[in-house]
């Protein structure tokens, strides 16, 4: 039981280079969640998941978008990276409304 | 803009002393969550108040919560080193938001040995 799952953990990528961060839970949680944490300013929610097969928009999407592939994964992508998303990004799943189980972060550095 | 915002920004104490932190959010709340994170990882949960509850316990954790005021306070009592670590609220709207689990800015605890 691995919980949640982000891939990879860090990445290097150049101005305008795209690439996907990958998330899996395995504890058939119906909602997703992924967020950039920066310092001073806590976690921010780029998007989120409340089943599979419907996403919305959180504080921060712009710069981002995302798939529900399955109830298991739900992915966040860059189209075209900018310094300003370099940050750690978080991927999270919860059954409802209870608690939240967070996955390790990925530290995402854009130059 | 975030919901919660915890106060302080930063707190330091020394082992054996209480640590409270407190929050404060805008909009009405289905529940209310506190969460822990050590520098550089993932948050884990500590604990959860739904809007029907005043006060939750859980170990050397008590969790308040006032809904008339929009707050809530993290009291972790006889604090250790271990428990160095930043800590944010959550909180869960009701309507259209729902669904959504925004965090505030964190606080900063550094327990002295």
């Known amino acids: 039981n691995a919980g949640v799952t982000q891939t990879p953990k860090f990445q290097v990528l150049k101005t305008g280079q795209s690439m996907t961060l990958q998330c899996a839970q395995d504890?058939?949680?119906?909602?997703m969640y992924w967020y950039r944490q920066d310092p001073g300013m806590g976690l921010r929610l780029i998007y989120y998941?409340?089943?599979?097969?419907?996403?919305d928009k959180g504080e921060v999407p712009n710069g981002y978008n995302v798939s529900r592939l399955n109830k298991r994964e739900f992915s966040l992508r860059l189209e075209s990276a900018a310094p300003s998303q370099t940050s750690v990004y978080f991927c999270?799943?919860?059954?409802?409304?209870?608690?939240?189980?967070f996955g390790q972060g990925t530290r995402l550095t854009v130059v | 803009s975030q919901q919660g915002e915890e106060d302080p920004q930063a707190l330091s104490i020394q082992e054996g002393e209480n640590a409270t932190m407190n929050c404060s959010y805008k909009?009405?709340?289905?529940?209310l969550q506190w969460y822990r994170q050590n520098s550089g990882r993932g948050l884990v949960h500590l604990i959860l108040?739904?809007?029907?509850?005043r006060e939750k316990h859980s170990g050397r954790l008590r969790v308040t919560l006032d809904t008339s005021k929009k707050s809530s306070s993290l009291l972790i009592t006889a604090s250790r080193a271990a428990d160095t670590a930043s800590y944010f609220c959550?909180?869960?709207?009701?309507?259209?938001?729902?669904?959504?689990?925004?965090f505030g800015k964190g606080t900063k605890l550094s327990v002295k040995p």
């Open positions: 998941s409340a089943s599979e097969g419907t996403t």
């Open positions: 909009t009405s709340i289905n529940n």
């Open positions: 959550a909180t869960d709207a009701y309507g259209g938001s729902q669904g959504n689990l925004i």
């Open positions: 108040i739904r809007s029907n509850e």
């Open positions: 999270a799943s919860r059954y409802r409304d209870t608690e939240a189980f």
């Open positions: 504890m058939n949680h119906n909602s």
